[in-house]
């Protein structure tokens, strides 16, 4: 039954329908309505997101249980395999290939397990909008507060609509490693930590990562009257544009496990092409 389990063709069947799954997610994700419930999954845990979605949107909820499913099968084809051929197979004919091919395996099973686990446990906050000099309760006596906030590129691309943006932003017209967001994170008003998050460049705090998911652009037009009218000074102010940045909470204390497997993979990967006959 494990070598049945461990066979060649079950690993291809698993990859070639992970493929057509995600290639469906990218299909799924032309649509609004079902873009807005993947995107959910970022900012809640796996049975959380489906009590709030499997009514409204019954499919992503199937897609996203399909995908899990034939994921597991994969890793108990990893296991399997591993364990019958490439243990044995290492010790048997010990190489620096062997070797790292079943390396390779173990840190795949590693960073499939983590993905399991950062679905099912941790904690997970919803969108938190901030504007500089505002703050945010968080959790444990955490709290947020962004101090600076700056944005060089054109903020139409922060204007526009989220599809709309995410096409434009390329490396020539969204620069991320200078557009900032300077934040301090306190405890019970104690500040522990302040520095520059950017986007991919979160703030981590032990087991806490508050990640840069976008900026937000609100355009002041100046105050209006008792009567609802603009004064004539605010008519010919010049409209003012306030940028804000929109973050996530996660606590997950196997987040750092993961990063460590999949860049251990990836290295080990390069490895294996480097020295295969």
């Not at 243990?87 to 620096?96: L, M, R």
């Not at 906030?149 to 932003?169: A, E, H, Y």
């Not at 306030?242 to 251990?264: D, E, H, M, P």
């Amino acid at each position: 039954m494990i070598r049945k389990l461990a066979g060649i063709h079950i690993t291809y069947s698993t990859i070639i329908a992970l493929v057509i799954l995600l290639m469906g997610g990218v299909v799924l994700c032309y649509f609004p309505m079902h873009q807005k419930t993947i995107d959910g999954l970022n900012t809640s845990l796996i049975h959380q997101w489906v009590f709030h979605n499997i009514a409204g949107n019954p499919l992503v909820i199937a897609w996203v249980f399909i995908i899990c499913l034939v994921s597991g099968i994969l890793f108990i084809n990893t296991l399997c395999c591993s364990m019958t051929t490439l243990v044995s197979a290492a010790v048997k004919h010990s190489s620096i290939n062997r070797w790292s091919f079943l390396f390779m395996h173990l840190l795949f099973m590693v960073v499939l397990v983590c993905h399991g686990l950062a679905l099912i446990s941790g904690h997970k906050t919803q969108e938190i909008e901030l504007y500089p000099g505002e703050s945010h309760g968080l959790i444990d006596g955490f709290s947020l507060t962004v101090d600076e906030i700056n944005f060089v590129d054109d903020t139409r691309l922060i204007s526009m609509k989220m599809k709309q943006s995410r096409k434009l932003m390329t490396r020539k017209t969204f620069h991320a490693d200078q557009n900032i967001a300077r934040v301090t994170l306190l405890k019970d008003q104690t500040p522990v930590k302040s520095q520059k998050v950017m986007m991919l460049h979160p703030l981590v705090h032990d087991d806490m990562r508050i990640t840069l998911t976008r900026f937000l652009l609100e355009k002041n037009t100046g105050s209006k009257d008792l009567n609802g009218n603009t004064s004539n000074e605010n008519q010919t102010r010049v409209k003012k544009e306030k940028i804000g940045a929109v973050f996530i909470l996660s606590r997950n204390n196997f987040t750092a496990l993961f990063f460590i497997a999949y860049g251990l993979l990836i290295l080990t990967i390069i490895i294996y092409m480097l020295i295969r006959p």
